[in-house]
Structures are given as structure tokens and as C-alpha cells.
């Protein structure tokens, strides 16, 4: 089993920054690809960012030349840096570690203020 812990998320005015973290433990060897997802209110869960154990990165359209993920083996935490941050960004933010099983972190809110 993998267990995934996201701390980081705030409240934060339009344009600012915010870095959320998401620590692995447990059966990290068997990690694919981690990613971080979100859901606004009313909206189905959607990807945000991935990153693969070859350390190939995605985004979505939505976030991409704003957000990065990015990873420290040595601590076996990725992180989602967001900046240039928008009100539609305001969600609950989900860490994901694809195991071959899907292991979800608690979440974290994600506000954003005009």
C-alpha cells in the first residue's frame, strides 16, 4: 500500500503563488507516476499535472506555463508549484500515486480571492 500526506494549500489572492507537497511512504517502490488532480465545487475531479517514474511531466491546458510538478526521490515528495494563480484554480487538490492501484491523499483546498 502507499500512503500519501498533502500539505500546502491556502488561501491566496489572484496573481499570487502557492506550493503544495504530497509525501509518499509505504510501497513507494511501486509507484508509476504520481500526479496531483482537483475538483471545484459542482465539477467532476480533473488532472492537473503528472509525473512519471522516468521523470516525464504533463499538464493540463489549463494550468500549463503557470503550474510545475516536480519530485525529490530523497524524500519521496512530489510538489505542484502554481503560480500566476487564477479564481478557476480555487478546488480541493488531490495527490494521486498510480501503484497499479490509484492511492488518493485527503486533500487540500485551494483558494483563490480576487
Known amino acids: 500500500q502507499v500512503q500519501l500526506v498533502e500539505s500546502g494549500g491556502g488561501l491566496v489572492q489572484a496573481g499570487g503563488s502557492l506550493r503544495l507537497s504530497c509525501a509518499a511512504s509505504g510501497s513507494i517502490f511501486s509507484i508509476n507516476a504520481m500526479g496531483w488532480y482537483r475538483q471545484a465545487p459542482g465539477k467532476r475531479r480533473e488532472l492537473v499535472a503528472i509525473i512519471t517514474r522516468g521523470g516525464s511531466t504533463s499538464y493540463a491546458d489549463s494550468v500549463k506555463g503557470r503550474f510545475t510538478i516536480s519530485r525529490d526521490n530523497t524524500k519521496n515528495t512530489v510538489y505542484l508549484q502554481m503560480n500566476s494563480l487564477k479564481r478557476e484554480d480555487t478546488a480541493v487538490y488531490y495527490c494521486?500515486?498510480?501503484?497499479?492501484?490509484?492511492?488518493w491523499g485527503q486533500g487540500t483546498q485551494v483558494t483563490v480571492s480576487s
Open positions: 494521486n500515486a498510480d501503484a497499479g492501484y490509484n492511492y
